[in-house]
C-alpha cells in the first residue's frame, strides 16, 4: 500500500486522500445496513485525469505485488440498496463527490450532458422553467447520482410510463479499467451531440452494470417533456387482494397510468402514524394512480379508472389536478420510508419482481414467511411494474438474533420470487446482497456468457469485483485472470 499511496500523492492532494479510520466508516455500507466492509481508502480525484491516473496507479501497485491485487469501485451518494458501492477486499473507493457540473442542457435536441456524480434532483431544478426534465424520478432523487442511477439502471415512481434509465441515457464518457476513456453511443469525443449510427449501443450494455464495467464519467441523457396536466388519486380499500385485482384490471383493460402504486397494511399504519394522513383503522391498502396527458383525454381516462376503482368498493377516495395537493397524497408512498422509522430504528428493504397477475400470490407467500420468522413486514409496491418492495422493521437490541433471521426469510423470499416466474430486482440491483441468489435464476453457463462480456470492458477484473455474481464464480475468475476456462 506504501507504494500505492506514495504513487497517488504525486498527483493528489492531502484532502483527497482519506485514510483516516473515522472518515472511512462513513464509507462501510451503503443505504442497506446488512453488509458493512472497511473500505481502505478513499480517493475523492477532482477530474477525468485524475480519475484515469488512480487507476493506473493501482495498474503499477498491482504490477509489484501481484498476489495482493488493488481493485476499485464508483461511489456515488451512497444510497445503493444492494450493496454495489461497499469495498470488498483490496478495492480502493473513488468517490464521484466532485464530478458534479451540469456540462450542457440542449434544450432544442433535448439532451443534457451532465458529470456522474449530479444529483438526480438537481438536474430537474434547473430544468424546471423549460418544458423538459429527466424522468426517472428514483424516491431517493434529492440524494442519489446520475452516474449511481446508470450503474443500477434505476427505477422510480413514474417509470411504468416513461421508462427506466436506460430508456433516458444516450451517451457516455468512460473510463475502463486500464484508465483510458472512451466515448460511447450518442456522445463523441468532444462532448457533442451527435446521433449515433445503427450499430451496436455499447452504452445501453452498460447500463445496470453495477460499476463492473469501469467507471462512467459524463452521461448524456434524453430529456423529455413535462406533462401538462395530470390527475392524482388516491383510494383506500380494506383488503389487499382488491388492490391487488385493481391494478390488474387498468392495467389488463389497456389503461397506461403514469404510476401505479400501492402499499400495504403495516406501511399504511406507519404512514398514518408519522403523518396523521386520517385513514382508518380498517384500511389495509392504499393504491395511488396517477394520470397524465391531453387534458380532455385525461378526464375520460379518469373518468373509467374511477368507476373500475369504485367496483371495489373503497374506503375512501382523494383526488387533485393541483400541483399542492398532489404531494400530500403523494406523502403515503413517497413518505413511507422515512416513516418506517416511527415502528422500529433499522428497516431492511428488498427488491423483487413477479408478473402482475402474480402480485396477490407474492403477497401472500411473504405474509407467510414473515409469520415463520416473526418479522414484521410493511410492502410497498411500483404495481404497475410487478415490482414489490417488502420490508422488514427491526430493532436488533431488542431482538439480537433479528439479523440472522432476516437473512433466512431473504432466502425463502427469493425462492418465492423464482417460483412465481419472477427476477431477483426490479431496480436496486443484485451487488452484494443478491449474488449468492443469482444461481436461482441464471445457470452457471448464462453467469459465464454475463462474465465474458464483462471481461470485455475489464478484462484485469479490477473493477468492482466480487459482485453480482456468486463468490465462487467470482474467486475463479480472480484466480486465472482471464476468463479462458469459460470459454469452452
Ligand atoms: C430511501 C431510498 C429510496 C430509494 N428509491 C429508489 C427507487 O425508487 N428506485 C430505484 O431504482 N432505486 C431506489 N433507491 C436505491 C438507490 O437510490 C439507487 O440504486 C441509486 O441509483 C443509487 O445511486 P447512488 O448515487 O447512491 O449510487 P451508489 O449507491 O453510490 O452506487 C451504486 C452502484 O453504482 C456504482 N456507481 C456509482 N457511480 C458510478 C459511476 N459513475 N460509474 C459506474 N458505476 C457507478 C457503484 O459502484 C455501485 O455499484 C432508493 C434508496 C433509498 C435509500
Given at each position: 500500500m506504501e507504494f500505492f499511496l506514495h504513487d497517488i500523492a504525486g498527483f493528489l492532494d492531502?484532502?483527497?486522500i482519506l485514510d483516516d479510520p473515522t472518515d472511512l466508516k462513513l464509507y462501510?455500507?451503503?443505504?442497506?445496513?446488512l453488509f458493512p466492509s472497511k473500505a481502505k481508502l478513499v480517493l475523492l480525484p477532482n477530474t477525468v485525469e485524475e480519475l484515469s491516473k488512480i487507476i493506473q496507479s493501482i495498474h503499477n501497485y498491482n504490477d509489484t505485488k501481484p498476489a495482493h491485487k488493488l481493485s476499485f469501485l464508483a461511489r456515488g451518494?451512497?444510497?445503493?440498496?444492494?450493496?454495489?458501492a461497499i469495498a470488498r477486499s483490496h478495492s480502493v473507493i473513488i468517490s464521484m463527490?466532485?464530478?458534479?457540473?451540469?456540462?450542457?442542457?440542449d434544450l432544442e435536441n433535448e439532451v443534457a450532458l451532465v458529470e456522474a456524480g449530479v444529483v438526480n434532483a438537481s438536474l430537474n431544478k434547473i430544468l424546471?422553467?423549460?418544458?423538459l426534465h429527466f424522468a426517472p424520478?428514483?424516491?431517493?432523487q434529492q440524494a442519489c447520482t446520475i452516474g449511481g442511477n446508470l450503474a443500477e439502471n434505476a427505477g422510480g415512481v413514474?417509470?411504468?410510463?416513461?421508462?427506466?434509465t436506460s430508456e433516458h441515457v444516450l451517451g457516455m464518457e468512460f473510463v475502463n479499467s486500464d484508465g483510458e476513456l472512451a466515448y460511447f453511443g450518442a456522445l463523441n469525443e468532444n462532448l457533442e451531440f451527435e446521433p449515433s449510427?445503427?450499430?451496436?449501443d455499447i452504452s445501453s450494455l452498460i447500463v445496470g452494470s453495477e460499476g463492473t464495467f469501469g467507471i462512467a464519467t459524463k452521461i448524456l441523457l434524453k430529456l423529455t417533456p413535462i406533462p401538462q396536466s395530470f390527475i392524482t388519486i388516491q383510494a383506500a380499500f380494506a383488503s389487499t387482494q382488491s388492490c391487488g385485482k385493481l391494478v390488474s384490471d387498468i392495467v389488463k383493460q389497456g389503461f397506461k397510468p403514469a404510476a401505479l402504486e400501492t402499499v400495504d397494511n403495516n406501511a399504511v399504519k406507519a404512514i398514518n402514524a408519522a403523518?396523521?394522513?386520517?385513514?382508518?383503522?380498517?384500511?389495509k391498502a392504499v393504491i395511488l394512480i396517477e394520470l397524465d396527458g391531453e387534458p380532455g383525454e385525461l378526464q375520460r381516462e379518469r373518468n373509467q379508472i374511477k368507476e373500475l376503482i369504485d367496483s371495489y368498493s373503497p374506503v375512501s377516495v382523494a383526488e387533485t389536478q393541483d400541483a399542492v395537493e398532489r404531494l400530500k397524497l403523494w406523502k403515503v408512498r413517497k413518505g413511507a420510508a422515512a416513516a418506517f422509522g416511527k415502528i422500529a430504528p433499522y428497516w431492511y428493504l428488498y427488491d423483487l419482481v413477479v408478473p402482475r397477475s402474480k402480485i396477490p400470490n407474492a403477497l401472500h407467500g411473504l405474509e407467510k414467511i414473515a409469520d415463520k420468522y416473526k418479522l414484521l413486514l410493511a410492502n410497498i409496491l411500483h404495481a404497475g411494474d410487478g415490482n414489490i418492495h417488502p420490508n422488514f422493521l427491526y430493532d436488533p437490541d431488542k431482538e439480537p438474533d433479528v439479523v440472522d433471521r432476516i437473512h433466512k426469510a431473504s432466502h425463502e423470499i427469493m425462492e418465492l420470487c423464482v417460483s412465481l416466474d419472477?427476477?431477483?430486482?426490479?431496480?436496486?440491483?443484485?451487488?452484494?446482497?443478491?449474488q449468492e441468489y443469482m444461481s436461482e435464476l441464471f445457470s452457471d453457463m448464462d453467469m459465464k456468457k454475463m462474465l465474458m462480456l464483462r471481461e470485455v470492458f475489464d478484462p484485469h477484473y479490477i473493477?468492482?469485483?466480487?459482485?453480482?455474481?456468486?463468490i465462487r464464480i467470482c474467486r475463479e475468475c480472480h484466480r486465472d485472470y482471464d476468463l479462458e476456462q469459460f470459454k469452452s
Open positions: 492531502q484532502d483527497q462501510e455500507t451503503d443505504a442497506t445496513s451518494a451512497g444510497t445503493g440498496l444492494s450493496g454495489g463527490a466532485r464530478f458534479t457540473k451540469i456540462i450542457n442542457i424546471k422553467d423549460s418544458s424520478d428514483p424516491s431517493s413514474h417509470c411504468f410510463k416513461y421508462g427506466v449510427a445503427a450499430d451496436i403523518y396523521n394522513l386520517g385513514f382508518s383503522d380498517d384500511v419472477g427476477t431477483l430486482s426490479g431496480e436496486h440491483g443484485i451487488g452484494i446482497e443478491k473493477s468492482n469485483p466480487d459482485k453480482i455474481f456468486p
